[in-house]
């Protein structure tokens, strides 16, 4: 890896947007190289929580769908981690709901899992779909059973029920 790139994945890493801003400026192509493990710098900004690089990356046209070697997104990520705030700037610019990794999960299905409600509904509200299933079989519902997580049980139901009654 070359030194920008290095630097561009360490300054996203700890929410350093000055460097990451600088080093746009030499490279714009920057912000969709990858690491290693197919992480670009606005999967890096994402994972560790860094709102206003994730703000800068987006407003330069950073891709949301990228995905990493497991076939993981950003949207992906969030949805894993809990970060409210980046999931809404996430879908502001079109992250696709539906989007599979490798496994076959989708954010809900991430969401679901881990157990965050909020972003669980934001995505339902996105169009997310519930039925989808996983390399394994399992839907978002069925994740959300096999945590026993009644509120995010009851908020699929909801959604499934509104669903099936718009029919």
Do not use: W
């Not at 670009?40 to 703000?55: C, E, M, R, S, W």
């Not at 997310?128 to 997580?149: C, L, V």
Request: charged residues 25%; proline residues 2%; aromatic residues 8%.
């Amino acid at each position: 890896m070359m030194a920008d790139q290095t630097d561009i994945f360490d300054a996203c890493r700890r929410g350093d947007v000055e460097l990451v801003e600088k080093i746009y400026e030499r490279n714009p192509d920057i912000i969709h190289v990858e690491d290693f493990k197919g992480f670009t710098p606005l999967i890096i900004a994402v994972y560790n929580n860094q709102p206003a690089v994730v703000d800068f990356l987006l407003s330069k046209g950073a891709r949301a769908e990228m995905q990493d070697q497991a076939g993981n997104t950003a949207l992906m990520g969030v949805c894993f981690r809990g970060y409210i705030d980046i999931a809404k700037k996430l879908l502001d610019v079109g992250a696709e709901v539906n989007q599979r990794n490798y496994q076959g999960a989708t954010a809900l299905t991430f969401a679901a899992t881990f157990g965050h409600l909020e972003i669980a509904e934001l995505l339902l509200q996105k169009g997310a779909d519930m039925t989808i299933p996983d390399s394994r079989g399992k839907s978002a519902f069925d994740h959300a059973i096999i945590q026993e997580n009644e509120d995010m049980i009851k908020l699929l139901q909801r959604y499934q029920e509104a669903d099936h009654d718009n029919q």
